[in-house]
Every structure is written in C-alpha cells, then in structure tokens.
T-cell receptor, first 112, second 109 residues
Framework: EAQVTQNPRYLITVTGKKLTVTCSQNMNHEYMSWYRQDPGLGLRQIYY???????DKGDVPEGYKVSRKEKRNFPLILESPSPNQTSLYFCASSFGAGLEAFFGQGTRLTVV | TQLLEQSPQFLSIQEGENLTVYCNSSSVFSSLQWYRQEPGEGPVLLVT?????EVKKLKRLTFQFGDARKDSSLHITAAQPGDTGLYLCGSSNTGKLIFGQGTTLQVKP
C-alpha cells in the first residue's frame, strides 16, 4: 500500500531535549516536506527537499533541521525543542511540488 | 512570497444547504489543489486545477479556477454531514508547496 509513515504519532517532551520525528514514503517520490499545523494558521511549510541531498527552508524553518540521505526518508530534527514548537506536524511526499501530495497521519508534539 | 487567502474560515450549515469556499492570491497560480482533512488524519487531495476557467466536478463538489488563475472556488451542493472537515487550497511557488489557512466546515444533520 502506498503510504507516508510518520513516527511517533504522539510525543510529549521537555524543553531542550533533542528529538527526531521520522518520515518514510514507499512511492519513490522525489519531493518531500514537513509542515506544522496550528489553529487559525493552516499548514505552514518548515523544510522541503526536491531530491536526495537537496533541502531548502520553507516559511518557518527556525528551530528545525532536516536531512535527506535516502530518497524514502526525511527525518525532522528538533535540536533543542521549546514550548512554541508544540504543534501538529505532517510529513508529505509527491513527485513534484505542484503535484498531488500524500500526507502522513501526523505527529502531535507537546513540549513542556 | 505568494500567499493564499481562504474564506470563510468557519462555516456551520444544515444538511441540504449549498456553500462556496474561496481561495485567492495576489499572484498567478501555476496550478491549484484542493484538499480535505478529517480530524486525526492528514489532508487528502480532492482535485487539481491547471487551466484558467477550468471547472471540475467531483460528485456534489464543483471546483472552479479563475480565468486569470489568481482565484479558485469550491462549491458543495446539498451538503451532507459526511462533508464535515477542513478544506485547504494549496499551490506550489518556487519549489515550496504552500496552503491557505483552511475552511472548517460543519454540516449538521
């Protein structure tokens, strides 16, 4: 089954404790991206990657890192999480930026 | 930076009513996508519009792309409780895939 898999689905952590949210897709998509979703603000793009070893900042990249060492994986790294990063995070993949995006089921992160 | 403005942000209607959701930008879209998101899930693509003036239908949903490709609308005829959800428009801009704020639709039985 074609899918985007994020882990974990839920995470509660403390300020400053490094964490990684994994994202994997099995559709051989070139384009992958991370979003955060906050009430009233819609989906805001954090980082995106057009292909392996190519990553670019989205609209809200501060406090986040990503890597794209393999085509299928695109982990999101929070080196020192802060409470303002409490949010619902989505990973998405597609064959291109303007083409149908497939989303993971989301990771609800709480930073206390 | 291209921005997508959606309106209204919230809509609560009775079953059987019609509604329209709008998506506007000050810039020209290369293409525009409409997604629907249910609670606890990621967004799922409904349709992509590419050509100015294009109209696409998906059962009771009608999608229009403005002639100048700067606006789009989603019209739902005879809304049903199963239409409840968050509707998002999205478009690509220099490699980024950006979205509007979304329209939360509640259809009451």
């Amino acid at each position: 089954e074609a899918q985007v898999t994020q882990n974990p689905r839920y995470l509660i952590t403390v300020t400053g404790k490094k964490l990684t949210v994994t994202c994997s897709q099995n559709m051989n998509h070139e384009y992958m991206s991370w979003y955060r979703q906050d009430p009233g603000l819609g989906l805001r793009q954090i980082y995106y990657s057009m292909n392996v070893e190519v990553t670019d900042k989205g609209d809200v990249p501060e406090g986040y890192k990503v890597s794209r060492k393999e085509k299928r994986n695109f982990p999101l790294i929070l080196e020192s999480p802060s409470p303002n990063q409490t949010s619902l995070y989505f990973c998405a993949s597609s064959f291109g930026a303007g083409l149908e995006a497939f989303f993971g089921q989301g990771t609800r992160l709480t930073v206390v | 930076t291209q921005l997508l403005e959606q309106s209204p942000q919230f809509l609560s209607i009775q079953e059987g009513e019609n509604l329209t959701v709008y998506c506007n930008s000050s810039s020209v879209f290369s293409s525009l996508q409409w997604y629907r998101q249910e609670p606890g899930e990621g967004p799922v693509l409904l349709v992509t519009v590419v050509t100015g003036g294009e109209v696409k239908k998906l059962k009771r949903l009608t999608f229009q792309f403005g002639d100048a490709r700067k606006d789009s609308s989603l019209h739902i005829t005879a809304a049903q409780p199963g239409d409840t959800g968050l509707y998002l428009c999205g478009s690509s801009n220099t490699g980024k895939l950006i979205f509007g704020q979304g329209t939360t639709l509640q259809v009451k039985p």
